[in-house]
């Protein structure tokens, strides 16, 4: 779909596998929109989403936009389901995830726009990603957030776009692997020595162990969580992409609304039995050292130099190959401690 905005060309996403299906014009609907912003376009999708598909949307928002939306929609009307509503809100500088079932809305999901380069009066591409389990949000390259679904995939009929902006084209493509770009994987080094203070990086990050995490070696993570946290996830993987679906080794997940530190592995395309700890010492705003140590059977994981909990290998620790962080957190460091009782 295109707008007379320009004659630039507007480009598939990101330039590959270009199977495309393009909608037709937006119609304008009068009424006051689904997500109550004055301005709404709805559409039908030319076929319902599956695995694989992404869902490009290629726009501008106008200078005085406070805020925008993005709906995939259970049906046409105001009182359709919403399998997910993406919102970024300018003015309070966050976004917002949710869905919206039977007319009530579901718990919010939100995160600090400012990493983002979010702002009025500039061309942007959403790209929604259709995976396994959940969606993949990318905003002009980068990778934003994840949503689990919380609603069938294949109930989803509708698109909508609302709030100050000028919507040029919206297309569906497929993919075969996310993320798809590539530039921003970190190489995480060996640490030579005590940590002294390094750039902020922000999340998500995806890295890579060039060697692995051999036996006896610990793998360190330095960093501070946000002033209003929700939760952030540290993941020990088998490849550095996050979908097809690959290993999970460990996952810590520090969840702040009821203080407590999950771990549990994904492996053969199903998660294991959590294991909870309460008490967990991340708190918001205050700077943290995370040790997760490889012994012959076992995790480690220490918090600030003080053994918190240990987790039980569930597959071969060779596989562990890349690391990703993920959630309301900043990085300043990860490193590889080969000799970790040279700074006990």
């Known amino acids: 779909m295109t707008s007379g905005k320009s004659n630039k060309p507007l480009s598939g996403c990101f330039g590959r596998n270009k199977k495309k299906r393009r ?19 709805i559409e039908k999708l030319p076929n319902k989403l599956g695995r694989g598909k992404i869902v490009c949307v290629t726009a501008t928002t106008l200078v005085n936009c406070q805020r925008w939306s993005v709906n995939l929609l259970c049906g ?31 718990h919010e999901e939100y995160l600090l726009i400012t990493p983002f380069n979010i702002k009025h009066g500039e061309d942007f591409k959403l790209e929604i990603f259709t995976a396994d389990d959940q969606f993949f949000v990318t905003y002009n390259k980068k990778h934003v957030c994840n949503f689990r679904f919380r609603l069938p995939l294949h109930s989803i009929s509708h698109i909508e776009v609302c709030g100050m902006v000028d919507v040029h084209e919206i297309e569906i493509e497929t993919f075969d692997k996310f993320p798809v770009n590539e530039d921003d994987i970190f190489v995480i080094e060996e640490m030579s020595k005590p940590l002294k203070e390094e750039q902020k990086m922000e999340t998500p990050i995806r890295s890579i162990l060039p060697e692995g995490l051999q036996e006896d070696w610990q793998l360190e993570i330095y960093g501070t969580p946000k002033l209003l946290p929700q939760t952030f996830s540290i993941d020990l993987r088998s490849c550095v992409y996050v979908w097809p679906p690959n290993t999970i080794a460990l996952q810590l997940n520090t969840i702040f609304g009821n203080n407590m530190l999950v771990r549990n592995a994904f ?29 012959t059977k076992k995790y480690s ?39 970790p009782e040279r700074y006990f």
């Open 76 to 106: 046409k009307d105001n009182s359709s389901d919403i399998a997910f509503h993406f919102n970024p809100r300018l003015l309070q500088h966050f976004i917002v995830r949710n869905s919206r079932v039977k007319g009530q809305w579901g």
């Open 301 to 339: 994981i220490w918090v600030n130099e003080k053994l918190q909990v240990e987790f039980a290998f569930r597959c071969d620790p060779e596989l562990v190959k890349a690391v990703h962080i993920l959630g309301d957190v900043d990085i300043n460091g990860i490193y590889v401690n080969k000799n």
């Open 23 to 41: 909608l037709s014009e937006f119609h304008l609907d009068n009424q006051k929109s689904i997500s109550g912003l004055s301005r709404s376009r």
């Open 267 to 295: 492996i053969d395309n199903k998660w294991g039995m959590e294991e909870r700890i309460g008490g967990s010492k991340f708190l918001p705003a205050t700077p943290f050292s995370l040790w997760i140590r490889r012994s």
